[in-house]
């Protein structure tokens, strides 16, 4: 049985980690809010763009550009966007799952295809690793230093690129980014969503074609085609990266709230504990004192 000094010990220990915790899940919903204001910010250019591309396409014209080339997948690159920092509950590991259940489906899809793993973060890079070293089926490779969850605009920016130019060298055939999808603090669903080829049936969501106007395009509907579709890529990134550093933050913030309330519940349970024992204790005191009397 613990002794009031060892009790006392373990209730200082416990109150520190709900401090901790506490203070954990403040800045992780201060930097969460941050990342829904970027989000917020991202989409007006993002839906201008669509608005764009959705203009084109009502054009009685064909558009042909090298980012929308279909060609057979030989060799397919999936980037997988996880956390640097742990602490944020099945965070990674659902991404994780994610991702394997997305290898299944390719390789089902195109037998016999390539596929290299792009892990972006310190702790799904960890699991991607493992896992290849257990089971392999892929290959991995490893992001630009400047790149992970935390990168800045130009990083972004840097890293699309990157991707664009190995698919138009045909080094994949097929690129994706898998991510934490952010609709709320509560709920982030893993998502899959295609970079490249980029294709027009994209921009048809949402009835974009429908609600835009007739227009006249200067230079001509074919060269803003070709220039507005880098800009659309470096929109869906940005905005990727943004969504998915959101979601770790919100899987952070619900982490440390589910600490902190087992916190509080294992120091009632020792506090209790200590008061039976103290009371416990002064009355053998009292108990000890009395029958002292008695004996005088």
């Given at each position: 049985m613990a002794t009031l000094r060892e009790l006392k010990g373990r209730?200082?220990?416990?109150?520190s980690s709900e401090k901790i915790t506490g203070a954990m899940k403040m800045?992780?919903?201060?930097?969460m809010h941050r990342a829904e204001m970027d989000l917020k910010r991202l989409l007006p250019f993002r839906?201008?763009?669509?608005?764009?591309?959705g203009n084109l396409l009502t054009a009685d014209t064909e558009f042909h550009s090298p980012l929308s080339e279909q060609r057979e997948v030989?060799?397919?690159?999936?980037?997988?966007l996880g956390s640097d920092d742990g602490l944020c509950g099945g965070y990674n590991i659902n991404i994780f799952k994610a991702?394997?259940?997305r290898l299944g489906e390719i390789k089902e899809a195109h037998p016999?295809?390539?596929?290299?793993?792009i892990p972006v973060g310190r702790k799904v890079g960890k699991a991607v690793a493992?896992?290849?070293?257990?089971?392999?089926?892929?290959?991995?490779e490893t992001a630009a230093a400047e790149v992970n969850s935390k990168s800045s605009g130009d990083a972004v920016k840097r890293f699309m690129e990157t991707l664009r130019d190995q698919f138009l060298a045909k080094r994949f055939d097929l690129v994706e980014l898998c991510y934490m999808n952010f609709q709320s603090v509560s709920r982030q669903r893993a998502r899959t969503d295609q970079l490249l080829p980029l294709s027009p049936e994209a921009f048809k969501t949402d009835g974009v074609t429908q609600t835009c106007r007739p227009c006249i395009f200067e230079p001509s509907a074919q060269e803003i085609f070709t220039t507005i579709l880098p800009m659309y890529m470096l929109a869906?990134?940005?905005?990727?990266?943004?969504?998915?550093?959101?979601?770790e933050m919100a899987a952070r913030v619900m982490a440390m709230q589910s600490a902190n309330d087992n916190a509080k519940n294992l120091l009632g349970d020792l506090q209790l504990e200590y008061n039976k024992l103290r009371q416990q204790a002064i009355t053998s005191e009292l108990l000890d004192i009395l029958g002292g009397q008695s004996r005088d």
């Open positions: 209730i200082g220990s416990v109150a800045i992780s919903s201060a930097k839906t201008q763009i669509e608005t764009i591309i030989r060799r397919a690159a999936i980037v997988v991702m394997l259940a016999g295809v390539e596929v290299t793993v493992y896992y290849v070293g257990k089971n392999g089926g892929f290959s991995v869906l990134t940005q905005e990727v990266f943004t969504e998915n550093r959101a979601s």
